[in-house]
């Protein structure tokens, strides 16, 4: 089993910047590749970024292409999500998993398990 920690939310204004870590413990090993989700009362989880673990490659939805970038550091089991220019519309918890169905499509939250607690994030205008 592997358990996920996410860290680093806060509150910024529009156009500033935050980084989120989420860290692995438990069954490293485990780790097929990590997926961010954000969710708001108002709205289903939904996917962020992706970066497999192995390789590094990565994956990013419409709406944070160009602002946000996923990183990995294998030696310290973490993972990293750089949010740049953000807006109010990112305010939301966000939320690291592991992609543990590899037959789902990454960007579908029922790929993943071992998910976080969650940490907030919000931009106000």
């Known amino acids: 089993q592997v358990q996920l920690v996410e860290s680093g939310g806060g509150l910024v204004q529009a156009g500033g910047s935050l980084r989120l870590s989420c860290t692995a413990s438990?069954?490293?090993?485990?780790?097929?590749?990590v997926g961010w989700f954000r969710q708001t009362p108002d709205r289903e989880r939904e996917f962020v970024g992706y970066?497999?673990?192995?390789?590094?490659?990565?994956n990013y939805a419409d709406s944070v292409k160009g602002r946000f970038t996923i990183s990995r550091d294998n030696a310290k089991n973490a993972v990293y999500l750089q949010m740049n220019s953000l807006k109010p519309e990112d305010t939301a918890i966000y939320f690291c998993?592991?992609?543990?169905?590899?037959?789902?499509?990454?960007?579908?939250?029922?790929?993943?398990?071992?998910w976080g607690q969650g940490t907030q994030v919000t931009v106000s205008s």
């Open positions: 998993a592991n992609r543990f169905r590899l037959s789902i499509p990454h960007t579908v939250r029922w790929a993943y398990d071992s």
């Open positions: 438990g069954r490293t090993s485990n780790i097929n590749g």
């Open positions: 970066i497999t673990w192995s390789s590094g490659s990565t």
